[in-house]
């Protein structure tokens, strides 16, 4: 802790006013989530997923300076992330001194850029920094008036859990927006080579674009994971995702229906095995129907197996699957332990949610999922969902300075 308070008072004296004719201004902000899930498979034999109840909290303060000049807005900032299980102790249970030092899970610290010329925007970050900033990180849907942010990306790239426990990117995140669209790519390295410890990095991108209107869009998602090895044993794999798509949304008043229709291009190698490359592919529906507060979000795959190696067994006898290959959910396995992936099957996650509306800074979302595959009933979830924005609801004050860039922001973010 001595570190991190020195690392604070370093960063801070960076925003003492000086010669610069740059507009200096210190920042800060906090982010805290609540993550619920409750998890039952028991009935299906925990084919794909085990049973269990996930509930943890994660709070995640960050404080900076904001240098603006020239066309372009820079910023540094130092953050602490602390997490903790509920129920967990974060040391030893037999420890007489149960301290807390051990919530303190990482320092995150970040260089910010940000650049507007017009209705164009590009911003890049680069360091350790909340995967929130990333479209593969921004949990359920945000505000319906922002088309990318009402969009999901579907959990075969990254699940619920993945996007909660790794909750910061360390690498490099480039996006650039316009009226017409967003696009975004990045390098998140999870993992340097160590004793029992493997390579590990993923490219990501993300696009999406109207074609007519907000009414009909188009766009992109796709990952490149390297699985690499380790200092005792050796192994690389290799996992690409294409999926290109199109999408609809209509609504009038009180009803709305989005629908996504997209291709799935999985590629996929193990190399010390060597599969050579291993195509596999499929197509995914999506469609999202919302009645005032209720509705159904509904997602039906059709394809081959995208974890082909899931229960691979490396030469440490470890079962890469249980060993971070893969982010998205297990269910698109497609097919259980001794079957081929290379057969097509079918795979639907089907939610229903009551969302009210409360403030436009406030969102409630309680919602049931379901999980079905060719083979039938799988289990089920109950989620409840809560956001709160506080830096949302400054901005609404119809007031210049509420709405000034240049404001302090500050942001809470609760996830249940």
């Given at each position: 802790?001595?570190?991190c308070?020195?690392?604070?008072?370093?960063l801070?004296?960076?925003?003492l006013?000086?010669?610069?004719q740059?507009?200096v201004d210190?920042?800060y902000?906090a982010?805290?989530q609540y993550?619920?899930d409750n998890r039952?498979?028991?009935g299906s034999?925990n084919r794909f997923?085990?049973?269990g109840?996930?509930?943890?909290?994660r709070l995640t303060p960050?404080?900076?300076?904001?240098?603006?000049?020239?066309?372009?807005?820079?910023?540094?900032t130092?953050?602490?992330?602390?997490m903790?299980?509920?129920?967990?102790?974060?040391v030893?249970?037999?420890?007489?001194?149960?301290r807390n030092?051990g919530?303190?899970?990482e320092?995150t610290?970040?260089?910010?850029?940000?650049?507007?010329r017009?209705s164009?925007r590009f911003?890049?970050?680069a360091?350790?920094?909340?995967?929130?900033?990333?479209?593969?990180g921004s949990?359920f849907?945000a505000?319906?008036?922002?088309?990318?942010?009402?969009?999901?990306?579907?959990?075969l790239?990254?699940?619920d859990v993945?996007?909660?426990?790794?909750?910061n990117?360390?690498?490099?995140?480039?996006?650039?927006?316009?009226?017409?669209?967003?696009c975004?790519?990045?390098?998140?390295?999870?993992?340097?080579?160590g004793?029992?410890?493997?390579?590990?990095?993923?490219?990501?991108?993300?696009?999406?674009?109207?074609?007519?209107g907000d009414?009909l869009?188009?766009?992109?998602?796709?990952t490149?994971?390297?699985?690499a090895?380790t200092?005792e044993?050796?192994?690389?794999?290799d996992n690409i995702?294409?999926?290109p798509?199109?999408s609809?949304?209509a609504g009038r008043?009180?009803f709305?229906?989005?629908?996504?229709?997209s291709?799935?291009?999985?590629?996929h190698?193990?190399?010390?095995?060597?599969?050579?490359?291993?195509?596999?592919?499929g197509?995914l529906?999506?469609?999202?129907i919302?009645?005032?507060k209720?509705g159904?979000?509904n997602?039906?795959?059709y394809g081959?197996?995208?974890?082909?190696?899931?229960?691979?067994?490396d030469a440490g006898?470890?079962?890469?699957g249980q060993?971070?290959?893969?982010?998205?959910s297990?269910?698109?396995?497609?097919?259980g332990?001794?079957?081929?992936?290379r057969h097509s099957?079918?795979y639907?996650?089907?939610?229903v949610?009551?969302?009210?509306?409360?403030?436009?800074?406030?969102r409630?979302?309680?919602s049931a999922?379901?999980?079905f595959t060719?083979?039938?009933?799988?289990?089920s979830?109950?989620?409840?969902?809560?956001v709160f924005?506080l830096?949302?609801?400054?901005?609404?004050r119809?007031?210049?300075?509420?709405?000034?860039?240049?404001?302090?922001?500050?942001?809470f973010?609760?996830y249940?």
């Amino acid at each position: 802790m001595r570190d991190c308070m020195i690392a604070l008072a370093l960063l801070l004296a960076t925003a003492l006013p000086g010669r610069s004719q740059n507009k200096v201004d210190l920042t800060y902000g906090a982010d805290f989530q609540y993550y619920f899930d409750n998890r039952e498979y028991d009935g299906s034999g925990n084919r794909f997923e085990t049973s269990g109840t996930v509930h943890a909290a994660r709070l995640t303060p960050s404080v900076g300076v904001m240098v603006a000049g020239g066309g372009m807005t820079h910023r540094l900032t130092l953050g602490l992330d602390v997490m903790k299980n509920m129920g967990e102790s974060p040391v030893g249970e037999s420890d007489k001194d149960l301290r807390n030092v051990g919530l303190f899970r990482e320092m995150t610290f970040w260089y910010g850029l940000d650049s507007r010329r017009g209705s164009r925007r590009f911003s890049l970050l680069a360091g350790i920094f909340p995967r929130h900033n990333s479209v593969f990180g921004s949990g359920f849907p945000a505000w319906s008036e922002d088309p990318v942010r009402t969009d999901f990306v579907p959990s075969l790239f990254i699940s619920d859990v993945n996007q909660f426990y790794d909750n910061n990117l360390e690498g490099v995140l480039l996006k650039y927006e316009t009226r017409r669209g967003y696009c975004e790519a990045g390098l998140d390295w999870m993992g340097m080579i160590g004793h029992g410890r493997r390579e590990r990095f993923q490219i990501f991108t993300y696009g999406n674009f109207a074609l007519a209107g907000d009414f009909l869009r188009a766009g992109w998602t796709a990952t490149m994971g390297h699985f690499a090895n380790t200092l005792e044993y050796r192994g690389v794999v290799d996992n690409i995702l294409v999926s290109p798509f199109v999408s609809l949304a209509a609504g009038r008043r009180n009803f709305r229906l989005d629908s996504k229709l997209s291709y799935i291009q999985g590629i996929h190698q193990d190399r010390i095995n060597g599969t050579g490359l291993e195509p596999s592919f499929g197509g995914l529906l999506t469609l999202n129907i919302g009645y005032r507060k209720f509705g159904v979000l509904n997602d039906s795959y059709y394809g081959g197996g995208q974890m082909p190696y899931y229960g691979t067994i490396d030469a440490g006898g470890n079962i890469l699957g249980q060993q971070g290959l893969y982010f998205g959910s297990p269910f698109y396995r497609i097919h259980g332990d001794g079957e081929s992936w290379r057969h097509s099957g079918f795979y639907d996650r089907a939610e229903v949610y009551w969302q009210p509306y409360i403030a436009d800074f406030v969102r409630v979302r309680l919602s049931a999922v379901f999980h079905f595959t060719g083979d039938g009933y799988q289990g089920s979830q109950q989620r409840l969902s809560v956001v709160f924005d506080l830096g949302r609801a400054l901005a609404g004050r119809k007031s210049a300075k509420a709405s000034s860039p240049s404001r302090r922001q500050r942001n809470f973010e609760i996830y249940l």
